[in-house]
């Protein structure tokens, strides 16, 4: 149950969504229902979980392995008569060079223009016309390309993930028409965009030394100043079967979908072994402090904190709170700087769940008249009071309540469940992981919170970034 690491059931973790999250609360709160009060909260919680429970049911799937090293792994299910196909490389921007940032998400974009045996353009067009969607999102550490088809047009999903695998056209036209494409991308919703440079200006304080300090989406004068030779080497390095997991899920027979993976994959070539990122950031062993001018009306603070890697024991703890402190109306943050205090217009928290050490990320945006040194000692309390005080048994009931809600509208989506398995096998140590993520979320305690609270969650271990607005506009 990999997508509620992310703290809004409707987005896909990446880094990049993640700041969609962000703008989603700049822009106003996400849509909540929790308008109730917390004396309450322990049978409905106990109701809702119950409720949750009698639809949750495991995830069948079978998997193999082709001889080019491609990981198959087939889900059948004939609720409805779709089909999602879908490949997941084990590339994101960690795995890019400093001289060459946001190559990943590059590729992510480039990847639609075609192949020897479709024409410039027309990548999309095939899936529209057979009545399907496609997209494809990258974070620090892959990329995901998925189409969702009517199951009568698998081989077409199938063909089109091979083409893109074997021969797609990395060429000088495609760069020169992907690069612009990528630059208006980047103004619309980081350069434009008030307070869109959060993670930008976070990323490369909170890493020294590891990949992960420059954003998904890269710099444009590392695109610029790429050849063509450089482009074609990424492609052969990393976009090769193993180095991938091929998902195909929904309106499927098993044995024929396996004979059509072998159809279209298994003549691939297998590409060199895939180099690991082996560089390991050092502890911050101290608080980085910092101001940051933008074009904005209104001061905010940003305070970021290392966290453990995803699948370890303690990134689900912090994943919760998280949760606790900003998932609903009732949550701390917004209880505190919001409706009792009156200090902040809007706030959030969120986990950037990484495959190494990522981030927790809090934040708000000041009210009219308020500073940011008021505002961050506000909410450094709040921080405070988690570690010094076990959150309630209330409070914790009707965290997993909706943990369980949100598995089961994951895996509600076909497109859901594919991903799932597709993250499940690529990041948490073998496919049969994904029945049993829930139950890791499930296991945390009272107690666990508060002791990541006390471990992660202290100014030793963060970035603090001041937002102001720029007095010097043009």
């Known amino acids: 149950m990999y997508r509620l690491v992310c703290n809004a059931p409707a987005l896909d973790w990446h880094p990049q969504r993640n700041r969609f999250l962000l703008q989603a609360y700049i822009s106003g709160p996400l849509p909540e229902t929790d308008d109730m009060n917390r004396a309450s909260l322990a049978p409905i919680a106990a109701a809702l979980a119950v409720s949750a429970s009698a639809q949750m049911q495991p995830i069948a799937f079978t998997e193999f392995d082709l001889d080019n090293g491609l990981h198959v792994i087939l889900h059948e299910d004939h609720s409805t008569p779709i089909v999602s196909v879908s490949v997941m490389y084990h590339v994101g921007s960690k795995n890019e060079t400093s001289d060459r940032r946001g190559f990943a998400h590059f590729f992510e974009h480039l990847l639609f223009e075609g192949s020897a045996n479709i024409d410039r353009g027309e990548f999309s067009k095939h899936v529209e016309k057979a009545g399907g969607v496609l997209n494809a999102n990258t974070n620090g550490d892959r990329t995901y390309y998925y189409e969702v088809l009517p199951s009568n047009q698998l081989e077409l999903g199938l063909w089109l993930e091979s083409e893109r695998m074997l021969h797609a056209k990395v060429d000088q036209l495609g760069v020169d028409t992907q690069r612009e494409v990528v630059k208006e991308e980047r103004r619309q919703r980081y350069e434009n965009q008030p307070y869109g440079s959060i993670l930008i200006e976070v990323l490369k304080r909170a890493y020294t030394v590891h990949p992960y300090q420059w954003p998904t989406i890269g710099f444009m004068e590392d695109l610029n100043a790429a050849s063509e030779a450089d482009y074609r080497t990424f492609y052969k390095t990393y976009y090769v079967p193993n180095n991938a997991v091929l998902v195909v899920a929904g309106d499927i027979k098993q044995d024929v979908a396996k004979e059509l993976v072998k159809k279209y994959f298994a003549g691939i070539p297998q590409g060199n072994d895939v180099p690991p990122v082996k560089v390991e950031e050092p502890p911050m062993n101290g608080e980085v402090r910092d101001v940051v001018k933008d074009n904005i009306q209104l001061p905010a603070v940003v305070q970021a904190y290392r966290i453990p890697a995803i699948g370890t024991d303690d990134f689900y703890a912090v994943d ?18 919001k409706d009792e205090q009156e200090l902040a217009l809007v706030v959030g928290s969120f986990s950037l769940p990484f495959e190494h050490p990522g981030l927790a990320i809090a934040f708000a945006i000041a009210a ?47 497109t859901g469940v594919a991903e799932n398995l597709a993250n499940a096998y690529t990041f948490m140590g073998g496919t049969k992981t994904v029945n049993g993520e829930l139950d890791r979320y499930l296991a945390v305690s009272a107690a666990d919170i508060q002791r990541v609270a006390k471990e992660y969650f202290v100014p030793q271990n963060r970035v603090v970034l001041h937002y102001v607005p720029n007095t010097s506009q043009n």
């Open 320 to 337: 919760m709170l998280n949760r606790i402190l900003s998932n609903g109306n009732s949550s701390r943050l917004q209880t505190k700087l």
């Open 368 to 414: 009219a008249g308020v500073d940011p040194d008021t505002l961050e000692a506000s909410m450094n309390a709040e921080f405070a009071r988690v570690g010094k005080e076990p959150i309630t048994a209330a409070e914790l009931a009707k965290l997993k309540a909706q943990l369980e809600t949100e598995y089961v509208q994951a895996n509600s989506r076909i």
